[in-house]
């Protein structure tokens, strides 16, 4: 899983991917390819 500051960049990596909040945390996760895992902060 990447840490990124801008969740812009990895969500645009891969079509499947979609931002999700959860605890308070912005994810970007990817039910087709899982590598494409990104955590914002």
Do not use: E, P
Not at 2 to 23: E, F, G, H, P
């Amino acid at each position: 899983m990447k840490v990124v500051n801008s969740l812009k960049t990895a969500k645009t990596r891969d079509k499947y991917c979609v931002v999700v909040r959860r605890k308070g945390r912005v994810f970007v996760i990817n039910k087709r390819n899982k590598r494409f895992k990104a955590r914002q902060g």
